[in-house]
Structures are given as C-alpha cells and as structure tokens.
C-alpha cells in the first residue's frame, strides 16, 4: 500500500514535469539544439581540416616535394609565399603554421658537414595543425638525411678514384633514394570501433545528453525545493501517507523524470542524427545508472537550497564546472593531466564513460562496470542526503 | 498602473506623475543595486561565474597537447623495432597491448590501437605493408595519430631506403665493409644535418591583424555570456515583484508605473557595467588579456550591459513564470552564445552559422570588444556594433514594457 502510494507520487510528479513547458524547453529542446549546433560548428564530420601552410623558400626539388608531402591526404593546405607574409599571415590567424626553409638549403647539404636550420612558425592558437606541420615536416627531412647518408656512406664504399667517378655515385645512389621513396611502402589503413560517422558529433551526443541529464535532475530537485518553500510539502503531513513513502515517491520522480530526459534525448539523437548509443538492452542499463546518479546530485541540491534563486546558482555553478571538468564541453583527452586527475571527481566523466563504452559494438556492460557501480554510489548517496530532508519536512 | 486608473487620474497629476519619472527610476535603480549587492548568490552571477570560467577556460586553452597514446604489439623483428623507436622518437606513448585495451580505446584513455601486419620485416626488400590502424569512434585526436604515424612511417621507410641505396651500389662489397656502412648511414641519420626550430609566433599583441585565441577569446567571451545571463535577473526582479504583490503595492505609493522596469532595467546595467569593468580588471592582471583603449572599450561594453539588462525585461515579457523565464533565459544565453562566438572565435564556424550571428546580440557585443582589443580600433570603427546593440535593448524595452502585465 505505502509502495503503492510512492509509485502514485512519482507518477502525479512525473506527469506534472513532462506537461511543463519549462522541462520541454531545458531538458529536450535546448540539448539538442546545442548538440546540432556544436557538432556543426565543430565540423561534425571525422576528417580533420587540412592545416593552412604557408611554404617560404627558394623554389627547388626539396620545397616543391616538401609542399606535395604536406598535402598528402589533405593534411595541409600549402601557399607558397615570402617570409614577412608568411610570419604576418600566423599572427594575423591566416595560417597555422609557416614553414620557412634557408635559402641554400640543398647547397650546404650536399657538403659532409654541411648544416641547416628549417624554422617552423607556429599559432599558439592552432595546436593540432601545428603537431601536424611539425611532425610531416621532420619526416619529409628525414627522407632527405636518408638520401644524403645513403650517398655518404656509397662514397665511403665504393672510395671514387676521381671526382667524376664520385659525381656518379652520388647521382646514382640519390636516384636509388628518391625513387624508393616516391612510392610509400607502408600504408596506414584507419577503422573506427564503431559506425558513427563523426566523431565530434558522436563524443557531443554523449556529452551533451549527460550534461542535461544532470541539470534535468537538478531542476526536478529544484522543484522539490519550491514545494518546501511555498510549505506545500509541509501540509501533505495530513495525508494518510507514511513519510518514507512520500520521500521514496518524490525522490523517485527525481530519477525517472532525468530517466525520462535521456531516453528522449538518445532516441532523437539516433533517428535525427544517427548517433549510436549501443544495444537497447545495455543503453537502457546504463541510463538508469546515469539517472540515478545525476538525481543524487539533485538530491545535494535539494538537501543544502532553501529557495528557488539558491537552487538556480548551485544548479549553475555545480553542473557546468562538472561538465568543463568532466568532458561535457570538450574531450577529457584534451585536458592538461592534472584536470584529467580531477575529472575522475564528476559525475560526467563517468556517465560518459560508461555510455561510450556500450556505444561500441563489441563490449558490453561488463566493460562498463567500474563506471556503473560509480554512478549508483554517488547517486545513492545524493539521494539519501536530499531524502533525510525530504523526511524532516514531512515528519516534523 | 492600469488603463483605467490612468484615465481617472487629473491631467496635472498625470504631469507631475511623468516628470517625476526620473527620478523615481533613479530610486529604483539605485535600491536595485543595493538589493543585489546585499544578496551572495546575484553576486555569484555577477562575478564568481565568470572569474571562474575565464580562468579555467584560459588555462585549459592554454595547455600543450598530450602525448599520443598508441598501442603497438611487441617488436617481432628489426623493422618493428624500428617502427616502434620512430613513434617513440616522434613523442608517443607506446604502450603494450592489455586486454582491456579496447575499453580503454572506447573511453579515449588510448587513442589508438596500431596492428602491424607479419609481413612487415618484408619492407627491407622494399615490399608494401598496411598498419591496420584502430582509433576511437568518440575521439578527438586522429589528426594528431594519423600524422604521427605517417610521420613514424616515413621515417622508417627513409632508413630502409637508404640502406637499399647502399646494397644496390655495392653488390660486390664484402660483408666487413656493408657493416660499416649500414653503421655510418645510421651514425649519418642520428645525427642530422638539418635542426627544425619550432617557435610560437606572438599573435596576443594589441595591433591590426592579430587572431582572437587564448584569454583574449575567453574572457570576453565568458565575462558576455555570464553578463547576459544575470541580464535575466531583471526579469526574475519583476516576476517576483509580480508574485510577492509588491507591484500591487506600489500603486499606493507616489511612483510612476513605468519606473518600476526603468528603475529595473537601469540598475541592473549599472551592476552589468561594474561587472565588465572588474572582468576587464582581472583580466588584465590575472590573465594577461590585453584589452587595449580602455575609453574606446567601453562604448561596446556599456551599449552590451544596457542590452543584457533589457533583454531581462523581453524574458520577463514572453513568460508567466519564474521556471518558465529560467528556462527560456537558459535556452536563449546558450544558444546566442555559442553561435554568437562567445565560446570559440566565431571563424571556426561554418559560413552559414556565421551569417547567423549578425542577427544576435552575442555577436555584436564580442565583435565589438574585439574590435578595440586585437584590431586597435577607433571611434568610428566601434560605433557600429554599439548602435546595434542599443537598437537590441531599444527593441527588448519596448517589447517588455508593452507586454508586462501591471496588474
């Protein structure tokens, strides 16, 4: 009977929830449209943009073959162009990076103890371009030392009788190097776990649908906390209800409501977007896990907010540090290692976790066990923390 | 005041009821402020917010890149062994496979997972070979994986190349001097003729043709959005004036309806502005932002805290209820803020989405910062966006103040 009148609470407070417009609004709405705008302004695809190159130098085999080895499969876009143009060009965010070669390049390099500095410019801004520049920059050198040693050691070999003889051998043994080279012998073959088409896209889902899930918890608590401070909470004391039972029945509301948002959300997310959130069975283990946990959060919120304005600070404060810490707002990969560390203390870095996890074909809810036992322990724990106040309120 | 009301007053009343109008806003004004410096949880949204996420967005955009994780199976032979000291050499972590390898790779704890094929000790005699390369669908790093590897991969195969040269040039050398050789090509190639010098071009200096990155994209960014937030206040000020009856109230006394939103609105654009200016402080000092003219800065940034402070009384005109205003006000900031450029520089966005931002507030009122802080801007140059912005708090007014109910 008491289990029966908590069930008739959770569902009277369900109901109320989805017929409000505010929900709709901030808890279906918003993170969608945030989830479409981001993964749209972020690229929405998986092929990285190619890096904006400028290329400074005399013009030769060696910056010719350099601006053709940048632009191997996209990884740059490469204008050719003088230095003051090209260090004006990084600063101004025209290009990511400038690759500047000395003029005389080959000269000094044809001589055995010949050296040289290549400069790279880089936008402190443009990281990622930058490691690709740098990175395909010293490769393409490295094939240059390649066919310089290789013609250093022949001549070592061979010892030339004449300088004829030796201009033979370096052409012959340069030939040898550069048409070995021109045709790669290791291909790189990419596949992804899983079917997602964009990565940025896939990771935002994920994020955004755990960031909402949180504030969706956090608003239903809030209106918790509206009903104690307008007292009506107070007057269902004379209902013939036992306190736990009306306890049990409002903190219930709290789950299934952020239970209710993340089902919306990754049923939308999947048939407008395609976004993949793993087998039915599994998404649906872990996002009861996931609204258990983020209502535990609301059951902080509800346990320390004495009015409306309260909830709506901690609810701001609270949710978006967890979600710049805990991966809601870019990849946790991305942070410095530190901020890595303290992510493990949110709840979004382990929601995320665990629907990534079952999100790829393959694994299953055995792989997601730490994070699933992580979400119940806090969510648990939240809840009986806003539940005792609950309980005060309805026994005093 | 009610149309009825109104129509009952004397004319002369009515006159002196509007004359007395500035000064009652004033009134208002000047006890909304103290209203909102008294209460710690309006000074968490006025300031606490955006010092925090300025400072944390700053630090984190600020950060180098982490290592690649890659996990590459145990060197079989020579030229894995080469493989895996150029992934090395090129600043990966390599690791070891490990059976939870593919978890971790889903939760993008790896980034990678490289399978190398048994053929590969095959690349000596030059024949081709595929890394099967494994990346996570959820990562964010396979442009950095990819040219690391492609990178690692032409390192490997200009060492073979090399070695190749040298065999073809010497098919009658004995073994004693191919030895020595293949040790001077390598000695050759650990040391290079050639340094590559990477250095960051200094882009966070107050001139023409600088790009927005770092601090100077996040706290302005930041210190707009938190402001357009608060801006909503107002219109939880007069929802709960509404509620509490102190509308009602008021009547009684000697004040002008519309005081009551003009006293509002101009309060809380006051508080908005002492908000940008300590933003504009802290950056300074803590962060290093460098906001140039300070007088020309503040004609887009007073223009932006009138608009935000209006915008307030528009949300406070479009709903019935506190939630109902949250809500809209949370769905609206996010939305104009991310599109308006307040969370990246607006150029990563695609053109259309760009397009889109010069119908927003947003937009206007970092472009306008921006204008004076990288561009070195002028008077002219920041009238624009300062127009637009009080022709969108001309606009809020006016439709708050048509469509909030006194009564």
Known sequence: MSLRAAALIAGRDLRSQLRSRSFITQSLVLPLMLTAIIGTALGGNSKPQPAAVALVGQESALTSGLAKFLGTDQAAAVTTTDEATARAGVRAGKFQAAVIVPPGLQRQLSSPRGKATVTIVTDPGSQVAAFTVVQLTRAYLATIEAG????????????????????????????????DLAKPDIGLATSENAANSGRYFAYFAIAFGVLFALLSAALAAGGLVDEIERG??????????????????????????????????????????GARWGAPSTAAVVIACASIGAAGLGGFILGVAQSHEQVMVLTLMIVLLMSLLGGSMWPVESLPGAVQVLSRFTYNRWAIEAFQTVSVPGLGLEDAVLPLAVLLAVGLAGLLFGGLRVARMTTE | MSRQ????????????????????????????????????RLLVFLLVLPIVFSTVLSLFQSTQLGQVRVVLPAASGPVAQLLESELRRAGADVRAPDPRSATLLARNELDAIVRVPTGIEGLVKGKPVNLGILLSPTGSRSGEVLSLLRAAATRVEARLAAQRALLAQQPSANAEQLAEARQRTSTLLEQPAITVDVVEAETHRTGKDVAATGANQTTPGMTLMFALLFGAQTGLSLHRARVTGTIARLFAAPVPPGALLAGTVVGNAFLLVLQLAAMVLFGALVLGVRWGNLALLAIPAVAYACMAASFGAFSAAVTRTQQQLTSFSFLVVNVTAAVGGLWWPIEVTPP????????????????????????GAGLLEVALPAAILLGFAGAFLAVGSRAFTFE
């Open chain 2, 352 to 375: 259309w989405m760009q397009s889109l931002a010069y119908g927003l507030p947003t937009y206007w009122g970092m472009h306008g910062l921006q204008l004076v802080m990288l561009r």
């Open chain 2, 5 to 40: 009301s109104r129509e009952a007053m004397p004319e002369n009343e009515l006159a002196a009821s509007l004359l007395s109008m500035p000064s009652a806003a004033l009134a208002l004004a000047w006890l909304q402020v103290r209203q909102v410096i008294a209460q710690p």
């Open chain 1, 232 to 273: 009506t909470l107070t007057r269902l004391r004379a209902a013939p209800v036992p306190a736990w039972s009306l306890t049990l029945g409002k903190l219930s509301a709290i789950v299934l409501t952020t239970a209710v948002q993340l089902v919306v959300f990754t049923l939308a997310t999947h048939f407008l977007f």
């Open chain 1, 148 to 179: 310089r040693a290789a013609v250093l050691a022949v001549a070592q070999v061979r010892q030339p009788g004449s300088a004829e003889e030796l201009g033979k051998i370096v052409a012959s043994a340069q030939q040898d190097v550069q048409a």
